[in-house]
């Protein structure tokens, strides 16, 4: 080799090296394997919505592939079978909402948060124009005497034991109501099979993620009931609303491949919170094709204001999503932040 194409190759050896191992350097990358083969894993999450922004940003704009991860996203159709298929090893992770740690820990299955996605609650609450008519509200109606409105009326969440249904029995309890004496609780589906309850009358009320209780207000067959995204329960000023779990093995057995599954969801929160909302549009557009454009908009501007840059799940947090479980009767025994959460994964600023 001539003494030029040696220096040059000694060069590239030594820029290689600088990025791995460069000291501080939190979004470096790493090799993406043996061979530069990409690492194939399964991700699940529980419905295809907004509040999973940076698991669909991280695989459109190919950060997964710069951490050597090929991902393929599952979509269990609610809250509950997705962790569950991970704590099986169906699925190295999980990017779902938080509460499940605690739900699982109760039944002697750990898991472990990683990173925050959300942090903050944007389920939102839509209730038929017709019920609220005759309810008498409106959507400035005061929050208090919008949930003394609630007896009666049944509401649907996606389905049983889904973060939805969590929240749910909580708002109910919190009105004073017993759950299914006082307000019907009965699973909707997601997407448009919930759209459908809500234009049939099979539910009065609808709660998820955004954009679907906007989908149903946009669409004139609902008003917002509960607009959790705004601020409207100053209860949950901070919340577990969806962060990446994987099971306490995976962290022992693969800590390489943790910390850059980590790096990429926190680079996607990263390029959400620095980007405008109608560049997160662009590049989320080819997962919600359906989804009108300004719906859409709406509901990233919505996200975007829950994506922590950072990626921490909070202990403020952790104490919230605990408050709701517990006063919805189903949390018995509070957990220790550091018996669930795992920050030594998180790039460092």
Known sequence: MRPSCLAHARLRHLLAAALIFAPGL????????????????KIT??????TATSLYLAKARGLFSEEGLDVEIVVTGGTGPDVKAMLAGDAEFAYTPGNMIFVMYQQGQPTLGLMAGLSRCIINWAIHRDVALAKGITEETPLEQKLRALQGLTVGPTLSGALTWHLAEYVVRRAGYVPQKDVRIIPAGSGPAMLAALE???VDIILMSTP???????RGMALMFLNNAKGEDP??????MVDLLTRPDTVRKSPDLVRRATRAFVRANRWAVEHTPEEVREALRAQFPRIDAQVLLAGIQTVKSAIPADGRITERSVQVTQDVL???GLLKTRVPYSAVINNDFLPRP
């Open 26 to 41: 939190g979004l470096a990358l790493l090799p993406a394997g043996p061979a530069g083969a990409a690492q194939r894993i």
């Open 45 to 50: 999450t529980p419905v295809a919505s907004l």
């Open 200 to 202: 049939h009358r099979k």
């Open 212 to 218: 679907i209780p906007e989908t149903a207000v946009h």
């Open 235 to 240: 209860a949950l000023p901070e919340f577990m």
């Open 326 to 328: 517990e006063q919805a």
